[in-house]
């Protein structure tokens, strides 16, 4: 806030003193007052055309190398590396396009400046030229976008194939629910009328539905890793949005229906962990974090790495905070886990005293 009001203190000087330097012109009246450009005033529009061109290409590069420690490290998805790919040679098509187009734009506001006595020559169309520029923007765009089409069809391919693990994630505001098919990995019915809170039926599980009552509903996901995974997406409320960025995974969760997401975990969290980029991170943000502490403003953990499970859409008030700790393990750690968990047969529909699902009191994250 302080940086901001600093910045706006010098723009209010800075228009001030030009406004005064205007007042000043006008005094004089021997001035010459006229608002034609002369070749002077194009000439120096001309170098500033150029002033401009360098401070883009400037900010440009000290944003690369200023600001790319903060992109999320490698992709923990079977896909995340295709998905990065693309954006990669699509970020690199505009860099060049951006940085040509721009010299030239800035170069021929220059050359062809207004010269006194000096014509512009100009015609009103030329055939070649303007199948030029627009065939080659559609060549690249439509490359571009077929090549986007067939990575997304990949993508989405949600199918039984590999036995997939079947995982529910169920939105409300503002936390995350998580429901496992049980034994048999398949989920059992659920409608958002069928809730009963004095049950603690929370999700809406048909309890009728044999299916369900082996259901496992967490606060915290547990993945293995190198098994193929089937998100099913709902919400209780509002539009919410499913976003795994480590995984490059993101599907909205709408009201009403179900959407669905499906990707294969790659990497453990502790094999992530010991990634150089995420590392690297680590100690930074413990650094901030220890100065913040040692500054007495707050009193700050240090942090650790874990993957994360966030909505991507403004759902309220406490939107910053619906978040979910992901853990990837081996599939015999994740064996042991379920093995601990108690299903919606035992919990809802045997004992009302017991919780509607398996608590994690670690289920928070930075």
Request: negative net charge; glycine residues 6%.
């Amino acid at each position: 806030m302080t940086t901001l009001l600093t910045l706006a203190v010098l723009v209010l000087v800075a228009i001030a003193i030009w406004q005064l330097t205007k007042i000043f012109e006008l005094s004089q009246l021997k001035t010459a007052q006229t608002q034609i450009a002369t070749d002077s005033d194009n000439k120096n529009n001309g170098y500033m055309l150029f002033g401009f061109l360098i401070f883009i290409y400037g900010i440009t590069i000290f944003s690369f190398w200023k600001y790319s420690k903060f992109l999320l490290p490698e992709a923990a998805s079977a896909h995340g590396e295709e998905y990065d790919y693309l954006m990669l040679v699509s970020f690199i098509i505009i860099f060049i396009v951006q940085t040509i187009t721009q010299a030239l734009l800035h170069y021929f506001g220059y050359k062809y400046r207004g010269r006194e006595g000096q014509k512009a020559l100009f015609y009103a169309d030329n055939d070649r030229l303007e199948f030029i520029w627009t065939i080659i923007p559609v060549i690249v765009l439509a490359g571009l976008i077929l090549w986007g089409l067939y990575t997304w069809t990949s993508i989405m391919d949600v199918n039984d194939e590999d036995d997939p693990l079947i995982v529910e994630l169920y939105a409300q505001q503002f936390n995350w629910t998580a429901r496992y098919g049980g034994a048999d990995n398949v989920l059992g019915g659920a409608n958002v009328r069928m809730i009963d809170i004095d049950k603690a039926n929370v999700l809406g599980l048909d309890e009728s539905d044999t299916y369900a009552h082996d259901d496992v509903i967490v606060k915290e996901l547990h993945l293995p890793v190198g098994r193929k995974v089937n998100f099913k997406m709902r919400s209780q409320d509002v539009l919410h949005s499913a976003y795994m960025p480590h995984f490059r995974a993101q599907m909205n969760c709408v009201p009403g229906m179900i959407t669905e997401f499906s990707f294969t975990p790659i990497y453990t969290t502790e094999e992530m962990r010991v990634n150089p980029e995420v590392m690297s991170k680590v100690k930074r943000t413990n650094k901030i974090r220890a100065e913040k502490s040692a500054g007495g403003e707050e009193t700050l953990d240090p942090w650790q790495f874990d993957y994360v499970l966030l909505c991507n859409k403004i759902c309220g008030k406490s939107h910053y905070n619906m978040q979910m700790k992901i853990i990837v393990e081996t599939e015999e750690e994740y064996n042991v886990w379920m093995e601990s968990q108690s299903t919606f047969a035992e919990t809802v529909m045997k004992d009302d005293t017991n919780p509607a699902f398996n608590v994690v009191e670690t289920a928070s994250v930075d």
